[in-house]
């Protein structure tokens, strides 16, 4: 039996989560974004993150505004916020889930013409007003109405009856190039449709948006990446903090000689001898395959290269340069940390940050640091 080894020391690897620098993070880009209204993307479990433990944090930092992508996504938020805390459905009602929605205090993106007639005919059998946000596109071609879909809307007085416009919305396709003209040609877009609707609040910016000009703001900014430490600026200073460490923990070490070959395919030759170090993360924790013979770990501050294929379960490290004791089985490593932020690990992977976070696996122990207290 289990029972008396702590959950910490039987895992193979440990995920700590910041909640502080969230919060943090949180600050920073509602002071950027002020005087416009700053909510979190908490989508995909809050990047991985944990959705529940962020936005019960974000909600004692006076956040008001969250978005999940799925119904069930937000379902499973909503008994963690009280019932001031509006919960955004990015990707709408898909049809004859109405309903769902307003069992459960949930407000949809409306995204298309059917999703409107949904949530119009929802709100007429009810025989109330219902909130929406309504999303249009802007070049993006993934969600939102298109133009000749606006030009519906416009034309009929009873488009959104018994429908209340919170925000109209679209969303940026290359936010986080600064430089990048379509950013702003799909703000030039947005505000052409805005002035031809009724007077009404509006959102645009993401994480990368908040940090372009002022225009993009408008009432509300909806940040994800950027509150999880991810940089909102490519090739830019990260004015985040970290908020992810991953700690694998060293199965064995063991010493080669020169011309010996380590994992699967023998994918890496030892130039001399060697000392090899296995930790147990693989990909089946969402350690990137495509890390093979690419990344790094961290000991005590000394960069290690990460050798051979990656794992299902484990990877093997070049640990030469660590004392061996240091490297003796249970001893940690950083794979994720401030010296080597999600960042590096995705540049290092041909990904991108999010793509990192959202792979963090269910079988690490997580530990919270300033988790809110239960309301
Ligand atoms: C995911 C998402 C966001 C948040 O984007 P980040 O780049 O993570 O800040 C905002 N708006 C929409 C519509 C999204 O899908």
Known sequence: MSMGVPAKERSGAILTIDLDAVRSNYRLLRARALPAACSAVVKSDAYGLGAAQVASALYQEGCRHFFVAHLEEGISLRPHLALDAAIFVLHGPPVGTEAAFTEHGLIPVLNSVPQVQGWRAHAAMLGRTL???????????RMGMAPQEVDQWLADAHFLDGVNVLYVMSHLACADERANPFNALQLARFQAILARLPACRASLANSSGVFLSPSYHFDLVRPGAALYGITPQA????????????QGKIIQSRTIGDGDHVGYS?????QGVCRVATVSVGYADGWLRSMSNQGLAVIDGVKVPQIGAISMDSITLDVSAIAPERVAPGSLVDLICAEHPVDAVAAMAQTIGYEVLTNLGGRYYREYRGLARPA
Do not use: F, K
């Open 266 to 270: 023998l994918r890496y030759t030892a």
């Open 131 to 141: 909130d929406a946000i309504v999303q249009v596109d802007t070049g993006m071609s």
């Open 235 to 246: 090739g830019e200073v990260n004015p985040m903090r970290p908020v992810v460490r991953l």
